[in-house]
């Protein structure tokens, strides 16, 4: 049995091996901060952290209480690492890395602490979306409340007008989606409101982009960007464009900064692609609980399904943080009050 100590290594023969290992006293000392903290719950599990389980990293990055993704992708990253080294040193049990296979943002941002997020209700989304002067800008925020975003916001970028159908259900319409992915392109089709539909349309037809939402700057000299010329709904101005050309679609960095920008203006700086689809979950978790009077299995899974989140290879479902967090009646009741 190994002795507990505060703020020290469990194992610590193993621990400390490792980090004599490393290249750089700084990164020594960054992973040292991550492998004490292990300690507490290495010690509750009486099993070294290289042989943690999915599922017990996972409980573990919960407890961080982080506030931000990247710090939860670098306390993931020290994990990682270090159980690759055990498993080279024969000390795992079953030579797996659990972590080898998960990489994105998404996944670490189950684990952001509840205290971070920043939820929207649909009437404050509502009042965003109609403060914006561009449809370009209307069109990102509102798509990702509704569904929409994908690998590096690639479903967003891809949207085509030729994509949108209408559906036998009044005041919805159908929207085909592409996301592009590490594993190729991933196809799906989700329902969209007819708000949205129209906000599309109209941003489809525009071909001048007003900036600074038309507050007007000594510092700018012309009002309006012309937008390239492509079937994408959401394009770039013509002087950002970059190499890849007119007919290429926009990119992440683009949108992300038009939903930064649709924040800073409403004064609202936790406006972000993950607040904006968490508040679209909740929203849709709402409409289900109202609709439904229960918000059980079958509604997360219809929630994961559209949001294209917490869905598993094996096709179960992962949406036990989330709910712990905010998808669930509580939080549904301090946003929109008592159903």
């Not at 900036?211 to 013509?238: C, H, M, P, Q």
Request: hydrophobic share 35%; net charge neutral.
């Amino acid at each position: 049995m190994n002795k507990v100590y505060y703020n020290d290594f469990y194992n610590s023969e193993h621990k400390e091996r490792y980090l004599r290992s490393l290249s750089t006293e700084s990164t020594r000392k960054s992973y040292s901060t991550i492998l004490k903290k292990t300690e507490m719950m290495e010690s509750s599990l009486n099993k070294d952290l290289y042989n943690f389980s999915l599922h017990e990293i996972s409980q573990f990055l919960y407890t961080l209480k982080a506030t931000k993704v990247s710090s939860l992708r670098h306390a993931g990253s020290v994990i990682r690492n270090y159980i690759q080294w055990a498993v080279e040193q024969d000390l795992r049990k079953d030579n797996i890395n659990p972590l080898v296979a998960v990489t994105t943002h998404e996944w670490y941002s189950q684990f952001v602490d509840d205290s971070s997020l920043m939820l929207f209700t649909e009437k404050r989304i509502d009042n965003i979306v109609d403060s914006l002067i561009n449809a370009q800008d209307q069109a990102v925020v509102q798509a990702v409340f509704e569904g929409i975003s994908g690998h590096t916001m690639s479903e967003l970028a891809n949207m085509k007008m030729e994509h949108i159908s209408e559906c036998v259900i009044e005041g919805k319409y159908r929207i085909k989606l592409f996301n592009d992915t590490p594993e190729g392109i991933k196809t799906r089709e989700i329902l969209i409101s007819k708000d949205l539909f129209k906000i599309l349309d109209k941003a489809n037809k525009e071909v001048k982009y007003l900036k600074n939402n038309g507050v007007v700057l000594e510092t700018i000299k012309s009002r309006f960007s012309d937008l390239v010329e492509n079937d994408y709904i959401l394009r770039t101005a013509v002087n950002s464009r970059k190499s890849d050309g007119d007919d290429a679609p926009a990119q992440a960095q683009v949108l992300g900064l038009r939903i930064k920008k649709a924040g800073e203006f409403n004064n609202f700086p936790m406006l972000t692609t993950i607040n904006l689809r968490n508040s679209g979950m909740l929203k849709l978790a709402r409409d289900l609980h109202e609709e439904r009077g229960k918000l059980d299995t079958e509604e997360y899974h219809e929630i994961c399904d559209h949001f294209d989140v917490g869905k598993r290879d094996d096709g179960t479902y992962n949406y036990i943080v989330m709910r712990r967090n905010f998808l669930n009646i509580k939080t549904i009741k301090r946003l929109y009050g008592t159903p």
